[in-house]
């Protein structure tokens, strides 16, 4: 088949959800894409900042080849030997006070634990979260998001949600009382734009659910996995959550969500649970590609990365460019104009990257990128933005 009767088809055969570009990708290694007439393209998408370890990881596709040999699915009910192995892992790799962790599908799915198991534990109803927050497609997690047009169409939602202005430790103060179960933050806003939460609002937050009894929950799913130049986000902040909410990265691809709780909120048997959640597919492919971030040293390679882009990035003066905003290989640019048309622009280039908003360009490649990639990407973005 030629390149435009794979588009006809997703065209013709798939619901219209998604804002389409005009590319069909086959095959990745690395920071590298390729579409089906074999032109290759620098990846700063990576799946919406999901091939953290670079497409087909090695050691991840020989992880998923060796276990779909031995055991792909496997009831939560019995014990598992992967699922096990990654359980010791992930809660190894997190905060010391996080000690156990809920396996699932997706990050809507691993929100949905996470705010269901803060009611369980608080007996509260409420919910803080940040205007310009994404949570998710579900109807629990989009209840938590701000952006109205992922909400409204869909009401009546989840009572209880109620959003509050980023980095304003008054309006936080004024919004956490004894009804809240939980305040719900992305360290880092992606969806929302690359917006950074403060330092001291995140240490506020921590202080004020002590206080007042509820739960910090903190959504990592893009953040975490050494995208921000640390093992997870909330270690620049040295604030460390109740609850850790991820995906996206975590299985080196395939599809999984963790959501890790700290000692003391206790959960029973039927109480929650997942048909396809901890899988020993994607518990193989996560043990491998947590594997590969630490031994590749990956936080520290998206710390460096994420510095020499932007010093070459604004080695050229760019007046359509209000401002740049980064943690790590997490990185914003913000227009003076619409994204979209310039991310068009890119693809024609041989980049590809994402919007975060309405003028907003959004740049997750992998962690693995090399510097001649980078110069690659910044190269087209002179070119595109001058
Ligand atoms: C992508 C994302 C989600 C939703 O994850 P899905 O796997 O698409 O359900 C939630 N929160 C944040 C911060 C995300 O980036």
Known sequence: ??????????????????????????????????????????????????????????????????????????????????RSRLLQV?????????????????????????????????????????????????MGAVSATFTKKYREPFEPLIPGFQYVPLNRIDRLDAAVDDQTAAVLLEPVQGEGGVNL???????????????RGALLIFDEIQTGFCRTGRFFAYEHFDV?????????AIAGGLPMGATLLRDGISVAPGQHGSTFGGNPLACAAALAAIDVMQQEH??????????????????????RVRELRRLGLM??????????????????????????GATVLRLLPPLVIEEAQLDRAVEALHAVLS
């Not at 990050?107 to 998710?136: C, D, W, Y």
């Not at 310039?342 to 975060?356: I, K």
């Open 298 to 319: 990956l936080a520290d390679r998206a710390a460096r990365s994420g510095e020499y882009f932007e010093r070459k990035f604004r080695s050229r003066e760019l007046p």
């Open 240 to 248: 460390a959550p109740d609850i850790l909410v991820l995906a996206k």
């Open 197 to 211: 939460a403060d330092t001291e609002y995140l240490a506020s937050a921590r202080r004020l659910c002590d206080e």
């Open 1 to 82: 088949m030629k390149p435009a009767d794979y588009r006809a088809l997703e065209d013709r055969y798939a619901l219209p959800l998604y804002p389409k570009r005009d590319v069909t990708l086959v095959r990745g290694s690395g920071a590298l894409l390729y579409d089906a007439a074999g032109r290759e393209y620098v990846d700063c998408a990576a799946g919406i900042g999901v091939a953290n370890v670079g497409h087909c990881h090695p050691r991840v596709v020989a992880a998923i080849n060796e276990q779909a040999q031995k055991l792909i699915t496997c009831a939560n009910v019995f014990y598992n030997d992967t």
């Open 90 to 138: 992930l809660v190894d790799v997190a905060a010391d006070n996080l000690t156990r962790a809920f396996l699932c599908n997706s990050g809507a799915e691993a929100i949905e634990a996470a705010l269901k198991f803060s009611r369980l534990h608080t007996h509260r109803p409420n919910f803080v979260t940040a205007m310009r927050g994404f949570h998710g497609r579900t």
């Open 331 to 356: 990185i914003g640019i913000e227009l003076k104009e619409k994204v979209q048309p310039v991310l068009e622009a890119l693809l024609a280039h041989g980049v590809l990257a994402l919007p975060a």
